[in-house]
Nanobody, 119 residues
């Protein structure tokens, strides 16, 4: 059984930083691309950042230069370092992972973690 646990959300003032983590556990797992999405109240879920299995990254324009995603393959964990946070970054942040479990590919979502940026 696969588990994805997100952590690191919280309340921070504008200009501050937070680091989100998404840890994946389970047997016979091979992680591929992992992504971060966010959903603000009353808005659609939107793409934030992605890191490929080989470590290539891409970002939404709204977070370029402020957010950095990275991964630790030994720990099956992906991170989202968020700097220079703005009130408009307030949202529930979700981790998404493409993974091979045994011989089958799956796409999993984390439970989400709340990030609130006060002005």
């Amino acid at each position: 059984q696969v588990q994805m646990v997100e952590s690191g959300g919280g309340l921070v003032q504008a200009g501050g930083s937070l680091r989100l983590s998404c840890a994946v556990s389970g047997s016979s797992i091979a992680l591929d691309a992992m992504s971060w999405y966010r959903q603000a109240p009353g808005k659609r879920r939107e793409f934030v950042a992605r890191i490929s299995g080989g470590g290539n990254t891409n970002y939404a324009d709204s977070v370029k230069g402020r957010f950095t995603t990275s991964r630790d393959n030994a720990k099956n964990t992906v991170y989202l370092q968020m700097n220079s946070l703005k009130p408009e970054d307030t949202a529930v942040y979700y981790c998404n992972a493409n993974m091979k479990v045994g011989s089958t590919w799956f796409n999993y979502w984390g439970q989400g973690t709340q990030v609130t940026v006060s002005s």
